[in-house]
């Protein structure tokens, strides 16, 4: 079984630019998630999607972040402007089952983006 | 809301020792735990969990878990040290009662495992 696809794996970028990241989670699986991972920290989540629909974005910063899943698969996550504080790795996960029973589902993650904004 | 506290930053342990990284929780309603590694420049890889039943879970690479509702814990646990294991572990809680079923991670403990 193939696991998460994300990429690219690192992009370098100047702040104020803009940046895109890709994900291709487990075939099958309902729930996606993006998460920030600040180095010496450990992952914080950004955004839940539950197919195509937005499950929790509480903790995306909404006026540089967005993401979307629009044909409830693969997902993009954008920042524009950059920031400095926005260098971090980029992680995608998902796990097959949703509602109430992600609660006890295996989250399944990618090897993730790492950016640097300079 | 739900937390995770792992106390150290770093645990060293030498090779054929059992080695133990600790993991305390706070949640409302019933934990769902979990224990993750990450080695460098790859994403998190699943270890083991708890939902339920027996206090001691068994996971991959003969890593195990012991839940401890009393203490709050779910240190994880294994009885020979390989070198092969020194990479970064995080422990990561869900809460029953929290909607959406976030997954909270811990700040990570780095285990260095020395020959």
């Known amino acids: 079984e193939a696991g998460v696809a994300q990429s690219p794996r690192y992009k370098i970028i100047e702040k104020r630019q803009s940046v895109a990241f890709w994900c291709n989670p487990i075939s099958g699986h309902a729930t996606l998630y993006w998460y920030q991972q600040i180095l010496g920290q450990g992952p914080k989540l950004l955004i839940q999607?539950?197919?195509?629909?937005?499950?929790?974005d509480s903790q995306l910063p909404k006026d540089r972040f967005s993401a979307e899943r629009l044909k409830g698969v693969d997902s993009t996550l954008k920042i524009q402007p950059a920031k400095l504080e926005d260098s971090a790795v980029y992680l995608c996960?998902?796990?097959?089952?949703?509602?109430?029973?992600?609660?006890?589902?295996?989250?399944?993650f990618g090897p993730g983006t790492r950016l640097t904004v300079l | 809301a739900q937390s995770v506290a792992q106390p150290e930053d770093q645990v060293n342990v030498a090779e054929g020792n059992p080695l133990t990284v600790k993991c305390t929780y706070s949640?409302?309603?019933?934990?769902?735990l979990f224990w993750y590694v990450q080695y460098p420049n790859r994403g998190l890889q699943f270890l083991l969990k708890y939902i339920t039943g027996d206090n001691l879970v068994k996971g991959s690479y003969g890593f195990e878990a012991e839940f401890n509702k009393s203490q709050t814990s779910f240190h994880l646990k294994k009885p020979s040290a390989l070198v092969s294991d020194s990479a970064l572990y995080f422990c990561?809680?869900?809460?029953?009662?929290?909607?959406?079923?976030?997954?909270?991670f811990g700040a990570g403990t780095i285990l260095r495992v020395k020959s």
């Open positions: 999607f539950q197919n195509n629909g937005v499950v929790d």
């Open positions: 996960a998902s796990n097959e089952q949703m509602g109430s029973r992600v609660a006890t589902d295996t989250q399944y």
């Open positions: 990561a809680v869900r809460d029953s009662m929290e909607y959406g079923n976030k997954l909270v």
């Open positions: 949640v409302s309603g019933n934990p769902y």
